[in-house]
T-cell receptor
């Protein structure tokens, strides 16, 4: 069974730009969660989607948004990028209590 | 909310045993996870405890005491490849399936 995939793997943007990251969950998994990971803050929850609806949301500003499609694939968007948005963005899919993570997208904002 | 505490860094010798502790405070406990994360890679699932006691899985074991808000991950017969960050994550009963992660313990295994 294929694992969680994320594209792109690496991305360089400049302040003020926007970015869209994509995540394809494991087949049959309807829940997709997004996390931001930085050395200083660890793994911080962004939001979770289930059946195309945002089910849970972390404490991030409105510049961070997401959506989920009918095939459970999910995208997250960050608008008006700031230097502090440089991080590893991880997507995780789940069918029950266990989350399975993708390889992440490493975003660098210059 | 939740508060999860684990040591920042530990070192151990190849072949030895190491215990990584995690303490937590939560208003309603609904499961504890351990993940392993190698540098530059995604976290991978190691264990899930929801009842008190020890769960053994090969060289790795995880223990939970709900009354003490305490868990540990035990790694036996350490190998160099076990050098990684170990993340403790706790889920509460607040209606969300989303666990809160600790900052991780960086384990360095040396020869």
């Amino acid at each position: 069974k294929a694992g969680v995939t994320q594209t792109p793997r690496y991305l360089i943007k400049t302040r003020g730009q926007q970015v869209t990251l994509s995540c394809s969950p494991i087949s049959g998994h309807r829940s997709v969660s997004w996390y931001q990971q930085t050395p200083g803050q660890g793994l911080q929850f962004l939001f979770e989607y289930f059946s195309e609806t945002q089910r849970n949301k972390g404490n991030f500003p409105g510049r961070f948004s997401g959506r989920q499609f009918s095939n459970s694939r999910s995208e997250m968007n960050v608008s008006t990028l700031e230097l502090g948005d440089s991080a590893l963005y991880l997507c995780a899919s789940s069918k029950d209590e266990t989350q399975y993570f993708g390889p992440g997208t490493r975003l660098l904002v210059l | 909310g939740q508060n999860i505490d684990q040591p920042t860094e530990m070192t151990a010798t190849e072949g030895a045993i190491v215990q990584i502790n995690c303490t937590y405070q939560t208003s309603g406990f609904n499961g504890l996870f351990w993940y392993q994360q190698h540098a530059g890679e995604a976290p991978t699932f190691l264990s899930y405890n929801v009842l008190d006691g020890l769960e053994e899985k090969g060289r790795f074991s995880s223990f939970l005491s709900r009354s003490k808000g305490y868990s540990y991950l035990l790694l036996k017969e350490l190998q160099m490849k076990d050098s990684a960050s170990y993340l403790c994550a706790v889920r509460d009963t607040g209606g969300s399936y989303i666990p809160t992660f600790g900052r991780g313990t960086s384990l360095i295994v040396h020869p």
